[in-house]
Nanobody
Framework: QVQLVESGGGSVQAGGSLRLSCAATGYLFSSYCMGWFRQAPGKEREGVAAIDSDGSTSYADSVKGRFTISQDKAKNTLYLRMNSLKPEDTAMYYC????????????WGQGTQVTVS
C-alpha cells in the first residue's frame, strides 16, 4: 500500500521560506515521477514541481527561480524548498507519485497547509 505523508507546512510572512517534506512508503516501481501540487480555496489543483526517477525536474512558471524540488532516494523522501514566498503561494500542498509525469493515476498525500501573509 502506497503512503505519502507530507510535513513542513506553516504560516510565514511574505519573503520567507519553508521546506516541505514527503515521506513515501510502499511504492515498488523503480521508475516513477514524484511531484508537488497545490490547491488554493476556490481554485483547481495545479502542478508546482516534479522530479522523476532519473532526477529530471520541471516547475510551474509561477515558482521558477523560487522553489526547488529534490529527493533523497535513500530516505524515500521528496522535498520542496520554497523561497521568496508570496501571498499567492498560499494553498494546501499535496505530494504525489505515479509511474510517470503524465499523472494518469497518482497516489496522493493528505496535504500540508502553507499560508503566506
Amino acid at each position: 500500500q502506497v503512503q505519502l505523508v507530507e510535513s513542513g507546512g506553516g504560516s510565514v510572512q511574505a519573503g520567507g521560506s519553508l521546506r516541505l517534506s514527503c515521506a513515501a512508503t510502499g511504492y515498488l516501481f523503480s521508475s516513477y515521477c514524484m511531484g508537488w501540487f497545490r490547491q488554493a480555496p476556490g481554485k483547481e489543483r495545479e502542478g508546482v514541481a516534479a522530479i522523476d526517477s532519473d532526477g529530471s525536474t520541471s516547475y510551474a512558471d509561477s515558482v521558477k527561480g523560487r522553489f526547488t524540488i529534490s529527493q533523497d532516494k535513500a530516505k524515500n523522501t521528496l522535498y520542496l524548498r520554497m523561497n521568496s514566498l508570496k501571498p499567492e503561494d498560499t494553498a494546501m500542498y499535496y505530494c504525489a507519485i505515479d509511474r510517470d509525469c503524465r499523472w494518469y493515476e497518482p497516489y496522493w498525500g493528505q496535504g500540508t497547509q502553507v499560508t503566506v501573509s
